[in-house]
Nanobody, 116 residues
Framework: QEQFVESGGALVQPGGSLTIACQGS????????VGWYRQAPGQLREPVAQ????????NYADSVKNRFTISRDTAKNTVYLQMTNLKPEDTATYYC?????????WGPGTLVTVSS
């Protein structure tokens, strides 16, 4: 059973940048589509970005396109989300999981707060 652990969340000012990371516990992190999801207070969890194992395909939600970049380091079983020009509406707990998500693979998430 694959398990993800997210890290790197912080308080950032609007317009700032931050990179968060997600490490998978098993081999499937490098072979299946992995995505970042986020959940704002009182909102449903939503997909943000996805990456295929070959890195030849990435996909982004319209709300983060041209601001966020997803990447992976297969040697470290880790997927990153580089976030730039952050906005208050990006405030959320960020999670990673497969696409489609596997219920038992959800990690604790990492909190990103965008505020002045």
């Amino acid at each position: 059973q694959e398990q993800f652990v997210e890290s790197g969340g912080a308080l950032v000012q609007p317009g700032g940048s931050l990179t968060i990371a997600c490490q998978g516990s098993g081999r499937y992190t490098n072979t299946l589509v992995v995505g970042w999801y986020r959940q704002a207070p009182g909102q449903l969890r939503e997909p943000v970005a996805q990456i295929l194992s070959s890195d030849q395909w990435v996909n982004y939600a319209d709300s983060v396109k041209n601001r966020f970049t997803i990447s992976r380091d297969t040697a470290k079983n880790t997927v990153y989300l580089q976030m730039t020009n952050l906005k208050p509406e990006d405030t959320a707990t960020y999670y990673c999981n497969f696409l489609p998500p596997v219920e038992s693979s959800w990690g604790p998430g990492t909190l990103v707060t965008v505020s002045s």
